[in-house]
Nanobody
């Protein structure tokens, strides 16, 4: 059983930065990818970014490309999301997700789907004031 714990959320002014962290523990052998999703009130949970451990490929939501950077330390079982130039529309609960099964067929569209992931964190709130 993999446990994911997010940290780093908070309140920031528009244009500011935050860095989210997600630490994975418990049976993470063979972990394929770790990513971030977000959910704003009244909206569906949406994909934000993912890093695939083998090869280090990353994918991003179009609206965060160039502002957000996902990175990870496989040895520490930790993934980070550096968020710069934050906008009020980035405000949401941010969730860490992990896929532990190999996925040789997975493309960017697969990693953008919630169904691709096996484990989820509890979420961390990001609030952006205008």
């Amino acid at each position: 059983q993999v446990k994911l714990v997010e940290s780093g959320g908070g309140l920031v002014q528009a244009g500011g930065s935050l860095r989210l962290s997600c630490a994975a523990s418990g049976g993470a052998a063979g972990r394929n990818a770790m990513g971030w999703f977000r959910q704003a009130p009244g909206k569906e949970r949406e994909f934000v970014a993912v890093i695939i451990w083998s090869g280090g490929r990353t994918y991003y939501l179009d609206s965060v490309e160039g502002r957000f950077t996902i990175s990870g330390d496989n040895a520490k079982n930790t993934v980070y999301l550096q968020m710069n130039s934050l906008k009020p529309e980035d405000a949401a609960v941010y969730y860490c997700a992990a896929r532990v099964r190999p996925c040789s067929y997975c493309s960017s569209s697969h990693y953008g789907s919630r169904d691709t992931y096996d484990y989820w964190g509890q979420g961390t709130q990001v609030t952006v004031s205008s």
